[in-house]
C-alpha cells in the first residue's frame, strides 16, 4: 500500500501543480489517475517513485516513508512507464526493454530471454525485437515502454498515459491484453489517462483531479458514476453515465424469450424473426426476411451469467431485428431479449437500487435515533444517579441530624436531672422557710367581734390556737417535699 498523505508540491516557479494530496493505493490493484492537462496527474506520479519530492506531507509505502527508502532501490522496485513512450531512440526493442536488468548486472542470457518473453506479453511480434524505436507505430512503443517497466519484475508498475497514442480499436485490444497480464503478475499500478473510460474500464480504484492539483474524488468506478461527489466529477465521469453504469449491472435477470430456430436459412417461413443455428445450437445469424435463404450476420450474443446489462443493450441494439441473442456458456442459444426489456429490467433495479439507498438511509436515520435515545437514557441514567447520590448524602444527612438532635435531647436531659438533683440538694440544705406571718392589716382580730366568753379565751389565744398561715401546715408540707426528693 502506498500512501499520500497531505502532499503537496510546488515547483520552484511557485507552481502548485499538488495541493493536499491524501490517497491511499491498495497493493496488487489498479489505481487510475484521471483529470484535465495540467492537473498534478505526472507530478504525482513522480513523486512515488522519488523523481520529485514533496515540498510537504509524506508518502509511505507499506507504511515506510519513501524517504527512509534509496532512490535506487525504489527504481528498481518499480516500474516506469513514461507518459509518450520515452525509449532510447538509439538502442533497439530488446535494449530498450533490457534496460533496467542491464543496470542490475543480469547476465546477458537471462536479460535478453527476459525481454523476448515481455514482447510476446505485451503483444508484439518477434520480429520487430531488433528495430529502434523510430521504426516503430506510437502504439507498438508505447508497449516496449510497457515491457521495458516490467522487465525487472517490479511490484509496483508506474503508468503514465501508456495508451494515449493508440487508436480506439487497437486501445481496446491493448486494455485486454493489459488486463491479461494483472490477471497473471497481479502488481500494484498506478497508472494515468485523460480517458474516462479507459480508467473504468481498467481502475479498481479512480482518483480524479482537478486543475490546482486538488483530489476531486476517489471511488471505484462504480461510485463515481453512482455519486459524484460534485458537477465536476459529474461531468468527467461523462452524461451517458447511467449507460456506462450498465457496465456494472449483470445481465443474469433478464426474461429470456423463445424465438424459432431453423438449421437451415431457407426453411425459415415466417415474418417473425428467425435464428439459424448449427447442430450444436449455436447461433449463427438471422435468417434473411427480404432475401430467401440468406443469413444476416447475428452481430454480439451475451452470457446472462457472466455478462453485464451493457453487453446485453448492445447486442440487442447491434441486432438487425432488434432482439439481443443470450448463449450458454457452451455456446448453444439460451433465448432472446429486446431492448426495451432490458431498459425495464434496468429501470426496475435501479428502482430497487433506489429503494435499497432509501433504505439504507432510512436504516442510518434509525441507528442516528437510536444513538440520541441511548445518549438520551444515558444522561437520564446518569441524573437519576446523581439524584439518586443526592438523595443519600441527604438520608445522611437527615440521620446525622436525627443523631445530633437526639444527642443534644441526652444532653438536655442530663441537664435537666443535674437540675432537678442540684435543686434538691439545695432543697435540702436549706432551711423550711419561716412561716408567713400574714400582715397585720389583712388579718385583723376583733375582740369587739368575738363572743363574751369570759377571759380564759385570751388565754387561749395566748397557747397560739392555730389560725390561717399556721406553721403546722407549713411544717409537714416542708416534710412532704424533703421525703419525695429523698
Ligand atoms: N518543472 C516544472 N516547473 C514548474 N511547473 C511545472 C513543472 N512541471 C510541471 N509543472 C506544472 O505543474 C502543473 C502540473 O503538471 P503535471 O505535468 O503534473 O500535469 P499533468 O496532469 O500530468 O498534465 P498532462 O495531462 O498534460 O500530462 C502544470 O501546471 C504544469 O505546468
Ligand atoms: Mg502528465
Avoid at 507499506?62 to 527504481?75: A, E
Avoid at 438471422?286 to 440468406?294: E, N
Avoid at 408567713?436 to 397557747?463: F, L, N, S, Y
Amino acid at each position: 500500500m502506498i500512501e499520500f498523505k497531505s502532499v503537496t508540491k510546488t515547483y520552484r516557479d511557485g507552481t502548485t501543480a499538488v495541493h493536499d494530496l491524501s490517497l491511499v493505493i491498495p497493493s496488487d490493484k489498479i489505481t487510475v489517475i484521471v483529470g484535465p492537462s495540467g492537473c498534478g496527474k505526472t507530478t504525482t506520479l513522480r513523486m512515488i517513485n522519488r523523481m520529485l519530492e514533496p515540498t510537504s506531507g509524506q508518502i509511505t509505502w507499506d507504511r515506510n516513508p519513501l524517504r527512509n527508502i534509496r532512490k535506487t532501490q525504489l527504481r528498481r522496485e518499480m516500474g516506469y512507464v513514461i507518459q509518450s513512450g520515452g525509449l532510447f531512440p538509439h538502442r533497439t526493442v530488446l535494449e530498450n526493454i533490457q534496460t533496467v536488468p542491464h543496470l542490475l548486472g543480469w547476465k546477458k542470457d537471462r536479460s535478453q530471454g527476459r525481454a523476448e518473453e515481455l514482447l510476446a506479453m505485451v503483444g508484439l511480434e518477434s520480429r520487430l525485437a531488433n528495430r529502434y524505436p523510430s521504426q516503430l507505430s506510437g502504439g507498438q512503443q508505447q508497449r516496449v515502454g510497457v515491457a521495458r517497466a516490467l522487465a525487472a519484475d517490479p511490484r509496483v508498475l508506474l503508468m503514465d498515459e501508456p495508451f494515449s497514442a493508440v487508436d480506439p480499436v487497437v486501445r481496446a485490444d491493448l486494455h485486454e491484453q493489459f488486463l491479461e497480464i494483472q490477471r497473471q503478475v497481479g502488481k500494484t499500478i498506478v497508472m494515468i489517462t485523460h480517458d474516462i473510460d479507459e480508467a473504468i474500464k481498467l481502475g479498481d480504484q479512480i482518483a480524479i483531479m482537478r486543475v490546482g492539483g486538488v483530489l476531486a474524488q476517489v471511488g471505484s468506478p462504480q461510485q463515481l458514476l453512482e455519486e459524484p461527489v460534485d458537477d465536476f466529477v459529474a461531468g468527467f465521469v461523462g452524461k451517458d453515465r447511467g449507460y456506462r453504469g450498465l457496465s456494472f449491472t449483470s445481465a443474469s435477470g433478464l426474461p429470456l424469450g423463445s424465438v424459432q430456430l431453423v438449421r437451415d436459412a431457407a426453411s425459415a417461413r415466417t415474418d417473425a424473426p428467425v435464428l439459424v443455428v448449427d447442430e450444436n445450437a449455436n447461433p449463427l445469424g438471422w435468417a434473411d426476411r427480404t432475401r430467401p435463404g440468406q443469413v444476416q450476420m447475428l452481430g454480439t450474443t451475451f452470457e446472462p451469467d457472466t455478462d453485464t446489462m451493457r453487453m446485453a443493450l448492445d447486442s440487442a441494439l447491434n441486432s438487425p431485428v432488434g432482439l439481443a441473442v443470450a448463449v450458454a456458456q457452451n455456446g448453444r442459444f439460451a433465448g432472446v431479449v429486446t431492448a426495451s426489456q432490458i431498459l425495464d429490467q434496468v429501470r426496475h433495479l435501479k428502482a430497487s437500487v433506489a429503494d435499497a439507498i432509501a433504505a439504507r438511509a432510512e436504516a442510518d436515520a434509525a441507528r442516528v435515533e437510536a444513538e440520541a435515545a441511548r445518549k438520551e437514557a444515558e444522561s437520564v441514567r446518569q441524573e437519576a444517579s446523581r439524584i439518586a447520590a443526592d438523595a443519600d448524602a441527604e438520608a445522611d444527612e437527615a440521620a446525622r441530624i436525627e443523631a445530633a438532635i437526639k444527642a443534644a435531647e441526652e444532653k438536655e436531659e442530663q441537664a435537666r436531672s443535674a437540675e432537678q438533683a442540684a435543686a434538691a440538694k439545695e432543697a435540702a440544705t436549706t432551711p423550711a422557710p419561716t412561716p408567713t406571718v400574714e400582715p397585720e392589716q389583712e388579718w385583723t382580730w376583733d375582740p369587739a367581734a368575738e363572743p363574751k366568753v369570759g377571759r380564759t379565751d385570751a388565754g387561749d389565744a395566748e397557747t397560739g390556737d392555730p389560725r390561717p398561715g399556721d406553721s403546722t401546715a407549713g411544717d409537714s408540707n416542708a416534710g412532704d417535699a424533703e421525703s419525695h426528693y429523698r
